[in-house]
Each structure stands twice: as C-alpha cells, then as structure tokens.
C-alpha cells in the first residue's frame, strides 16, 4: 500500500490551512500544530531564511504515530558542510536514532532523550550533493536501518545500513541540526497499520456458505493465511486481490465442533509481518429454524428428543436448527405441529455431556407412523403412532 506522508517546509509551512511563512528574526520559532521540538533550542538566522537550524542537537518531531512494518524520515538537505544535520526515527521523548550527514561521511548514533549517544555500526563513506533529498527508513521486524539520498525523492539509491534492535513501541519522525547545520523541510512516512474494513459486505455468514468477500486496508500482498477463532470454522483457497481478498470456508460436518448461531467470530489476516482482524455473525442457513431444547420429553419414542436421548445424548439445552417443509412447526419440547406427510433435515448442537459442542445431522421422515428417524440415529424408527402425545397433530397425513 503507498505510504501516508505529511510533509513540512521551512520555507513556508501548512498546516490546517494556516500558511505562516518563517522570518529570518524568528530566533525561536513557533511551530505548526502537530510537531515538537527536542533537545538544544533551534533558530532561524540571517541568511538561512527557510531554514531548520541547530545551536547543539536541535530536533524537531512530526507527532504523527508511525505505523506499519517501515517507518521513515524524509528532508530535503542543504548546503553539506562541516557541521551536520540529518534525520531521526525516535519515541516522542527522543529514544531512537539519527543519522548524521556532513562533507566527511554519513554515520548512524543511538540517542536517548534527544542527546546524542554512542554510534551504531561503520560510518557510511558517501557524502550526498547539497539540496539533494534523504530518507532515513526503519525496518520494525528486522531491525534494519538504511539511509537513502538522491537529487529527488523518485530517484533514492541506498547508501547503507545498519541493524539494531529497539523496544520502541511509538516511533516519529524527525530531523536535526547541530550547530550551523541547517535543513530545508521534514517529511514523515509510514505505511498505514492494516485494518479489516468488512468481511462478508458486513453481513452475517451463513452456515453453508462457501466463498467469503472482505475489504481490508495497508496489507501490501494478499493474506498468506486467514484464520477463525471459533472451533469447526477454517478458511482456505485464498483469492481475490490485495485488500480485497475472499476465502472459502468449511462447512458443517458431522460429528465436529460448530459454534451456536449467532455467535460471533474473529478472523485474523496474517500476510508476513502484516495482519489485522475482524469480526462477524456466523447464523443458521437461510430459512431454517433454531431453537434450544427446554422441557425436553425423552421418554416418549413420539418425541425427537427421544431419538436423541437413545443416541446418548443430554438434549436439555442443546442447539437445534432444522429445515422446515410445508407447515412444520417443532416446538422447544421436542414437539410441533404437521398436515403433510414429508422429511426434513436438522442439526442438533448438544450443549452439555456427549458431543458438547459437536453438530450432528439427522434426517426424518414424517408420516402416519410420526417422526422417523431416516438416518443419524442408531436406533429404530418410531413405534408409537400417537404423534399427539407430544404436540403433533396427524390430521391429513
């Protein structure tokens, strides 16, 4: 994804609209809203009108948080001299490092609270043309820091760089002066943390569905793996393009976890060092019907809690989603109500003892003789014809 950069001139600067150009008598200057000066006080002397100059370690911050795997300081140099100026890529209280450019050599020192520390590798033997362009770019998962200069921002070749490990957890970018070294402009860069904006256009996934559409920001490749934290639910066969990637996912299968209807799942995309999650429903299939077993009758073999129960299952409290036919209406008890002969299909979730957690798929089949069991249980079919008994009523079968 491009990276999200906020540029400041020295010149003149913007911010919010407000365009305030700095004047050579400006001996402390007043910075836009949005960044903070560190370290020794900076000036704007007579002659280097436009200028960031230093009077030691002079830095200044864009507070803009830097997100993302690379992170980076851009400026725009002017005249190289003996004294340096450079970039910086520290915390908001100056932890972090900089890289010092001058007329002998670029060199990367650690800094603590905006004072300069201990330098960190070889010095760099390359000193850039003046009003030439720099970037100084930090690689959060390896740790690698490379200074790059160039006569434009378009056309940066790498000087050099460095590895170092750092705790921080808040990066910003900057620049300093020290001394007469001075620095036409501050340019911070990142690339956006990556976000899920939608999964599935923000709707419920269903229980069969196959293919899943989401819209996701800052990932720089298509995810090398999405994953669900709900039990039973996988995600494969990614496709799709960059921030806009699908995956199929499983479906139900006999015998294995599912999560209840209506609960809410989170997806995670994993693309390197790159990731990001996102929530959505996971609900029944289009035009079923779920309900939890309550009052449950398992003594009658009339009753499907019955079936159930000789299955060895406790129904109490188990999830029960079926597909209804004509005017089948079945009823927390295990009951329901029926004019027309035919079969319907269901899952039952038990939610405590054998199988809790576990989806289990039965078919019946109604008729003169009740409700039988046409496949899922290992018991027999129904024996009593009394489908009153438990709330169904037989008229017209």
């Not at 001139?9 to 960044?35: H, K």
């Not at 890289?99 to 520390?117: D, E, K, W, Y």
């Not at 449950?296 to 079926?322: C, M």
């Not at 009951?335 to 269901?346: E, Q």
Request: proline share 4%; hydrophobic share 35%.
């Amino acid at each position: 994804m491009p990276e999200t950069k906020r540029t400041l001139l020295f010149s003149t600067y913007s911010d919010s609209g407000a365009i305030t150009p700095w004047q050579a008598g400006n001996s402390t200057p007043t910075y836009p809203s949005g960044y903070t000066q560190g370290g020794d006080p900076a000036r704007i002397n007579s002659g280097r009108y436009g200028k960031f100059s230093g009077t030691g370690n002079s830095v200044l911050l864009d507070n803009t948080v830097l997100t993302g795997n690379i992170i980076a300081s851009e400026a725009q140099l002017t005249t190289i001299g003996s004294d340096s100026m450079g970039l910086c890529i520290c915390s908001p209280v100056g932890t972090g490092y900089q890289i010092l450019i001058n007329s002998t050599n670029i060199r990367v020192f650690a800094m603590t609270t905006f004072v300069l520390g201990a330098q960190v590798g070889a010095s760099i033997a390359f000193v850039p043309a003046s009003n030439h362009f720099a970037r100084f770019e930090r690689n959060n998962t390896t740790g690698a820091m490379t200074i790059y200069t160039g006569v434009d921002m378009s056309s940066l070749v790498s000087r050099g760089s460095v590895t170092q490990a750092n705790g921080n957890a808040d990066w910003r970018a900057g620049i300093f002066a020290r001394n007469s070294g001075n620095i036409a402009s501050l340019i911070s860069a990142f690339t956006p943390a990556q976000t899920i904006v939608s999964i599935n256009g923000g709707n419920p996934i269903t229980a069969d569905q196959t293919t899943v559409s989401s819209v996701t920001t800052g990932f720089t490749d298509l995810p090398t793996s999405i994953t669900c934290a709900l039990a039973g639910i996988t995600c494969s066969s990614i496709g799709g393009t960059t921030n806009a990637p699908t995956f199929v996912k499983s479906q139900r299968v006999n015998g294995s976890p599912w999560p209840l209807n209506g609960s809410t799942a989170t997806f995670t995309y994993v693309n390197g060092s790159e990731s990001a999650s996102g929530t959505q429903v996971i609900q029944k299939e289009a035009g079923d019907v779920v309900y939890t077993f309550s009052g449950v009758i398992t003594d009658d073999p009339a009753s499907i809690g019955y079936w159930l129960t000789q299955d060895g299952f406790t129904v109490e409290g188990g999830e029960h989603s079926y597909t209804p036919y004509g005017n089948l209406v079945l009823t927390a008890d295990g009951g329901g109500t029926v004019t027309d002969a035919g079969t319907f299909t269901s899952w039952f979730r038990p939610a405590t003892g054998t199988g809790a957690g576990n989806v289990y798929a039965y078919t019946w089949v109604v008729s003169e003789a009740g409700i039988q069991p046409a496949s899922g249980l290992t018991s027999s079919g129904l024996t009593s014809s009394g489908l009153t008994r438990v709330g169904l009523t037989s008229s017209g079968l």
